[in-house]
């Protein structure tokens, strides 16, 4: 069974920068699959932030755009998001995902 352990998160002002891991173990097939992040802010449902294809080709929601970037190092079995530009609205646990495995979050927290 997969696993997936995300780390990275923490406490920022806004217009810092942080990067997400996402590092995947018990899988022999993770170039094979796509991979994406996730957050759940407070109040919220949890919503989709950006995904990365096998090819390396990679999907953003709109309010991420131009801001966060997603990538991979299939060698390492990891996938990471770099967060720029960070804003409050940002605020929320992390969470990344292959197939139908998830991982335990990672708090992101953004002061204004």
């Known amino acids: 069974q997969v696993q997936l352990v995300e780390s990275g998160g923490g406490l920022v002002q806004a217009g810092g920068s942080l990067r997400l891991s996402c590092a995947a173990s018990?899988?022999?097939?993770?170039?094979?699959?796509?991979m994406g992040w996730y957050r759940q802010g407070p109040g919220k449902q949890r919503e989709f932030v950006a995904v990365?294809?096998?090819?390396?080709?990679?999907t953003y929601a709109d309010s991420v755009k131009g801001r966060f970037t997603i990538s991979r190092d299939n060698a390492k079995n990891t996938m990471y998001l770099q967060m720029n530009s960070l804003k409050p609205e940002d605020t929320g646990v992390y969470y990344c995902?292959?197939?139908?495995?998830w991982g335990q979050g990672t708090q992101v927290t953004v002061s204004s």
């Open positions: 018990g899988t022999s097939s993770f170039s094979r699959n796509a």
């Open positions: 990365i294809n096998t090819d390396g080709s990679a």
């Open positions: 995902a292959i197939s139908s495995s």
